[in-house]
């Protein structure tokens, strides 16, 4: 059932054991959904649960999965992910117990009995660390999670034929919405029209591999715009209304997004103001997303400056843009990938960013567009296409 390859799976196991061998770590436990997906094929919702991999780094990898995800860890993984060695734990006792009970256990098997292991240091909650520290006491714990996300913001050739997929797919998603904005339909209605679209067109293009995730945020209003990722109501859309557009569409773990802010009906010159202002700092950031560009200058020298001219700068509400991959609203995200002014990552071809800032005016509401790119040799390629200028449908 495993979408990728087994040339690609084998490459992400190829340069996860190159890092181990830079860091001298025989073995790596990996517990985020994000990198369990990533290296096996398999995902699923924790619930309480615990799931993973232990990969040495000589020798099979294995899965770990609780007893409930039933036979779908051997379904997902495929025949040509490497992961043919899946252990399943019950819930006879704590999910923590099971899980680190099947790592020694997989260890052991493997003759690792002692030297580094490596694990996400970001992701191993407290309980979870003295739980490995008291099962596995002749191992020192090391850091992998910063090698594993440098490998996985460079996407492969596989990787992006799905992102386009999921690119051309938040542009139907986003049409849909337009095409469903009329006077009186709620927040609630807009999303479910295209969810709807975008889920159809998933099933479409990826036939007999789930369809789960996908997300559309419709926000209407000087008030509920203001918050970028605000969950949908049962507001009323009428004309004149300020609305934010934004879809999610979730194929096989992988994120892609396309957000708007649009104006249905007549727009007031104050409004005017924000948006072109808004549309100004967007263009502008995309030109600077290109090879050898620090991410920290985009704000630094680009979009800080331009918000500052016009006295916007204390209006910004979060970060200018990130990069993608494997990622939802409650697992992953490149700490390496995001634009912000403290990060001092430089780009590089083969990634995924995506150019999104946003200003919030008390009375007015919220001005963002986003769009995804793909960084290239010379600059960038844009992914969506949907029209990004100032938006005003009747």
């Not at 095409?179 to 990826?206: K, P």
């Not at 090879?291 to 970060?319: C, K, M, S, W």
Request: proline share 4%; charged share 25%.
């Amino acid at each position: 059932m495993g979408y990728f390859s087994d040339q690609e799976m084998a490459r992400r196991l190829a340069n996860l054991r190159r890092a181990m061998d830079e860091q001298s770590v025989e073995a790596v436990l990996v517990t985020s959904v994000h990198n369990t997906l990533y290296y096996s094929n398999f995902w699923m919702v924790p619930w309480g649960r615990e799931q993973g991999l232990v990969i040495p780094r000589d020798g099979e990898p294995a899965l770990i999965a609780p007893r409930i995800e039933y036979d779908r860890p051997a379904k997902m993984v495929g025949d040509g992910s490497g992961f043919s060695d899946i252990r399943i734990y019950a819930d006879n006792a704590s999910a923590i117990d099971g899980w680190v009970g099947s790592a020694r256990q997989v260890l052991c098997d493997r003759g690792v009995t002692s030297g580094r292991i490596g694990i996400e240091e970001d992701n191993v909650s407290i309980t979870l660390h003295k739980a490995l520290c008291a099962a596995l006491p002749d191992f020192e714990f090391a850091e992998i999670g910063y090698a594993m996300m440098r490998e996985q913001m460079l996407k492969s050739d596989e990787e992006i034929t799905l992102i386009r997929d999921g690119a051309e797919i938040c542009d139907l998603g986003a049409q849909a919405f337009v095409d469903s904005v009329r006077n009186g339909v709620t927040e609630v209605q807009l999303a479910r029209a295209s969810v709807t679209a975008m889920e159809e067109e998933i099933c479409r293009r990826f036939p007999g591999h789930e369809c789960d995730g996908t997300f559309c945020w419709a926000q209407s209003g000087p008030e509920n715009t203001k918050v970028a990722h605000g969950p949908n109501t049962d507001r009323q859309i009428h004309s004149g209304d300020l609305l934010s557009l934004n879809v999610f569409p979730m194929i096989l773990g992988y994120y892609h997004l396309l957000e708007r802010s649009l104006v249905f009906g007549s727009i007031s010159a104050e409004v005017q103001k924000y948006f072109e202002i808004q549309v100004e700092v967007h263009h502008a950031g995309i030109a600077a997303l290109k090879p050898g560009v620090r991410l920290g200058d985009i704000d630094d020298a680009i979009i800080n400056p331009i918000y500052e001219q016009h006295g916007l700068l204390e209006n910004r509400t979060f970060g200018t843009g990130h990069s993608f991959g494997i990622m939802g609203y409650w697992y992953g995200r490149d700490e390496l990938g995001e634009i912000r002014p403290y990060n001092d990552y430089v780009l590089q071809p083969n990634m995924v960013m995506s150019m999104e800032p946003m200003i919030s005016v008390d009375g007015i509401g919220g001005f963002k567009h986003a769009d995804m790119f793909l960084i290239t040799e010379n600059g960038n390629e844009p992914l969506t296409r949907f029209r990004n200028d100032m938006i005003v449908i009747s």
